[in-house]
């Protein structure tokens, strides 16, 4: 039996004619799955190269090969090169140079913002104050024709919180309306003159905290041209009330200056608040139009009364103090207790 029987007809079996009829019929090769190099090895291109044609493979492969070896061996000029010592540090000056000079550039500028800055603030608050002048001066008002009545309105309406640190135009305002509109020796029973009564109030105020004065009545007095005023002063005691008015409720006598101990009537009188009675008389000169006397009266008693609880405590508490129980603040004897 021929032993090429049972095997599929080979190669040596077909004529090279025939083969390339097959070849024709099958038509071109869609693409090429080999490339061989200059070596005559045959290599798998890229998934991208094998749409291309062979040629077309073997140039770009050609390229890459020879330009990429040429640029890796080819370092870049100049960049390779080392600096030596010398030049770096002359880079180190340069650079810290280059800082200085811009540094001072900026401080300059910020100089020159912070000059123009103060001068805005020096300005605004020049106006400010006109402005405030302007505004108390609206408000209130200095009247223009003088009457007790109208001076007594106008008095309360500049005085109804107190008079604690004022701003300058204010203070100026109402010095002002005190010249106007009183005596220049217009006199509160202890102390003479429109400043004299102005600084009482300004001591009043640093002594309570939340002074509210309000208007009850007015009513003609018993005297020719005067005017009393019921009043509703409403204060609250505070630790600068204990300091400046009280001090001797302290064991030192000096408000704890020297370390001593405050009496257990203080925790009674801390931050509470005391709605006073009271009363003021203006006494009124008709030839030149102006105040001459103005008597303040109030009833501290009754209040602290309340608070306490016994007069024996009121007493204590009033015995040595300097402000009376009319709410009277002892002028040579007072003094402001750091």
């Given at each position: 039996?021929?032993v ?6 080979n ?6 004619d ?34 291309q ?10 390229d890459?090969?020879?330009f ?6 080819v370092?870049a000029?100049g960049?390779?090169?080392k ?14 140079e ?29 106006e ?19 009457t ?12 109804r ?7 300058d135009?204010?203070n ?11 005596a ?15 600084e ?5 105020s ?21 005017l ?23 064991s030192?006598?000096q ?13 009674k009188?801390?931050d509470?608040?005391?709605v006073v009675?009271?009363?003021v008389?203006?006494?009124?000169d ?9 008597m303040?009266?109030l ?5 602290m ?11 204590r ?12 603040l002892?002028?040579?004897e007072?003094?402001?207790?750091e």
């Amino acid at each position: 039996m021929d032993v090429f029987s049972r095997s599929p007809p080979n190669s040596f079996s077909f004529s090279s004619d025939v083969i390339r009829s097959e070849i024709q019929r099958a038509g071109p090769p869609r693409a090429s799955y080999f490339v061989h190099d200059e070596s005559g090895l045959a290599t798998i291109p890229s998934q991208s190269d094998q749409h291309q044609s062979p040629s077309r493979s073997l140039s770009s492969a050609f390229d890459k090969e020879t330009f990429g070896s040429t640029a890796a061996t080819v370092p870049a000029s100049g960049k390779g090169k080392k600096a030596t010592p010398e030049e770096l540090l002359k880079r180190k000056i340069r650079r810290r140079e280059v800082c200085r000079v811009n540094q001072q550039r900026y401080m300059h500028k910020q100089r020159q913002l912070l000059i123009g800055l103060e001068h805005d603030v020096r300005r605004l608050q020049e106006e400010l104050k006109s402005f405030e002048l302007q505004h108390h001066s609206m408000t209130m008002g200095i009247p223009t024709q003088d009457t007790v009545w109208s001076v007594a309105v106008e008095y309360f309406r500049l005085f109804r919180h107190g008079f604690r640190s004022p701003p300058d135009p204010l203070n100026a305002f109402a010095l002002k309306f005190l010249r106007l509109s009183m005596a220049p020796d217009v006199t509160t029973g202890f102390e003479y003159g429109p400043e004299a009564l102005l600084e009482n109030w300004k001591r009043f105020s640093l002594c309570f905290d939340d002074v509210r004065v309000q208007l009850r009545r007015l009513e003609t007095g018993d005297a020719v041209d005067s005017l009393v005023v019921s009043t509703i002063t409403s204060i609250t005691i505070s630790s600068d009330t204990l300091r400046q008015a009280f001090p001797h409720l302290n064991s030192d006598g000096q408000a704890g200056v020297r370390g001593g101990e405050w009496s257990p009537l203080v925790a009674k009188l801390l931050d509470r608040r005391l709605v006073v009675q009271g009363s003021v008389s203006f006494d009124w000169d008709s030839k030149t139009d102006r105040v001459t006397r103005v008597m303040t009266q109030l009833d501290m008693l009754t209040p602290m009364l309340r608070l306490l609880g016994s007069l024996e405590d009121v007493s204590r508490v009033f015995e040595n103090a300097l402000i009376t129980p009319e709410g009277r603040l002892s002028g040579a004897e007072y003094r402001f207790i750091e």
